[in-house]
């Protein structure tokens, strides 16, 4: 299959690096070009390549995955004067991993229906660990012919591919799940630290507690880091205030209720003030902990 | 073993049950006869007795269980008029099972060991199910060689049994396993009621988002309950506002910072006013349901 990635980061790089490997045909494009220099090397071997442009790249191809910033970023590489939708030819997937709005999402479904083409926003969770070793999962919205088509190529990086519903959908989900990590994530702060103040071995309780209804992957997998004030790993505070965000500005529009999300969001911003921008998101214990 | 158990609540009853079923010579205590009379024709072809008070319970025990409501309730039936440690015998071990104050814990640790007794706080997890499948999570605070004691007689009732640290130490490691619950359980009822409010089919996207980052315990057992707004069960809203008012005066004391943990035990305030008291705690989803 012939496939386009635009976009190079933490994600899209080993992302693009999986389809090499699967034996498509892949171009990439990134806006430093120095990136898609340095993939090439990688993966020419695979018959890798790359573009200057979002709309070089997509020429002649049957997908087209990008992975970018936000909704401006996405807007650029699609339908921008050099964007991919220039000279995409009728029937071409175009694929968005980035999490964005669930309203770009749908004016691009428009955009790319308008030229005969398919729009399916595909956000991922599993971060940059789940993208290198492939196993992302990943939720998807749009018409399910071209999500069918599409599955079996993008499922060269993940564990699990699922259309949730109509376009729009995988951005959604993606939120739903950004909302549960926020709030589960402030709670588990402020637990353990509270122990530490009552001056408890958080080993031993963390040990005991997350066999049983307190218990997470955050617990399991975060707790022990947070006990060890490790932080310079992870997905970062500022990725996580820019989901949160597109969660909240979502929530206006629907009219849910988001009221320990925002306060969270709003802790976020206090890290931000503190320097912790790119730390991991379970640094919220920092503004809990004595200092 | 000679044991008293005193207090049959939904935890207590079960509970002295196990212990009477492993072949321990159990006296039981509770408020209302009536339901200790119950217990002894269920239990009283092992032996099971019961005693008019919990002075009579304890006499020549060498173990003194409860599970009772509250810091009041505890007081009355160990040091009240006619409480356990009137009769007790030096070396006699209580532990005490109920959700209650460090305090308190501390409070009966010191007077125990004036009458040559000891005292361990030992509150549980896993809720009645666990108690009725003898499979709680039991953490203790109090004397390394009472615990010893203690250990293999509770265990009757426990999947796990630890000694968290020194007296009040169980009590607060609870606290931190319930501050876990509360925030979790409101960030996963704003994930729900925001995915509703969106449109999306929530259980598809609990299905994907319970295999990532965003899973926990209450996500899998909870999350398919309250899509069906089933709350008529489970762990009772005015149970965790107790619990949670525990958490809140220990804070005061000790400095630490729950501002979602107030937050949300503000909202379990609300839902008493809704008529919910006695509602599984995952009910918080009503408050951001459209009416």
Same mark, same amino acid.
């Given at each position: ?7 190079? =980061?933490?994600? =899209? ?30 993966? =020419? ?68 229906? $308008? ?29 399910? $012919?071209?999500?069918?088509?599409? $599955? %079996? ?70 707790? %022990? ?33 988001? %009221? ?32």
């Amino acid at each position: 299959m012939r496939v386009a990635f635009l976009g190079l =980061g933490v994600m =899209g790089y080993p992302m693009a690096g999986h389809l090499a490997a699967k034996g498509h045909d892949v171009t990439v494009y990134n806006r430093t070009a120095a990136k898609a220099e340095r993939w090439v090397q990688a993966f =020419g071997k695979h018959g890798g390549k790359q573009a200057a442009t979002p709309a070089l790249a997509a020429v002649d191809c049957d997908i087209v995955c990008a992975c970018v910033g936000n909704d401006d970023d996405l807007r650029a590489v699609m339908t921008g004067p050099d964007g991919a939708f220039q000279h995409a030819a009728p029937g071409t997937i175009f694929v968005d991993h980035t999490t964005a709005s669930a309203s770009v999402a749908r004016e691009l479904h428009e955009a790319a229906r $308008e030229r005969g083409c398919h729009f399916i926003d595909a956000p991922v969770s599993g971060g940059q660990a789940g993208a290198e070793q492939g196993i992302l999962t990943i939720m998807c919205g749009g018409d399910p $012919e071209a999500f069918q088509r599409a $599955e %079996p190529v993008i499922a060269a990086y993940a564990r699990a591919v699922t259309r949730i519903g109509e376009s729009g959908a995988g951005q959604l989900a993606k939120m739903v799940n950004q909302i549960s990590v926020a709030g589960l994530l402030q709670a588990l702060s402020e637990a353990i630290a509270f122990g530490e103040h009552a001056g408890l071995d958080m080993r031993v309780v963390l040990d005991v507690i997350s066999k049983g209804a307190a218990s997470s992957w955050q617990m399991e997998n975060r707790g %022990p880091t947070m006990l060890q004030s490790k932080f310079d790993f992870g997905f970062a505070v500022d990725w996580m205030r820019k989901d949160l965000g597109l969660c909240l500005d979502e929530a206006r529009r629907n009219g849910a209720t988001l %009221p320990v999300t925002s306060l969270v969001d709003q802790f976020y911003a206090d890290l931000q003030q503190m320097g912790s921008s790119r730390d991991d998101t379970s640094s919220l214990i920092k503004r809990l902990r004595r200092s």
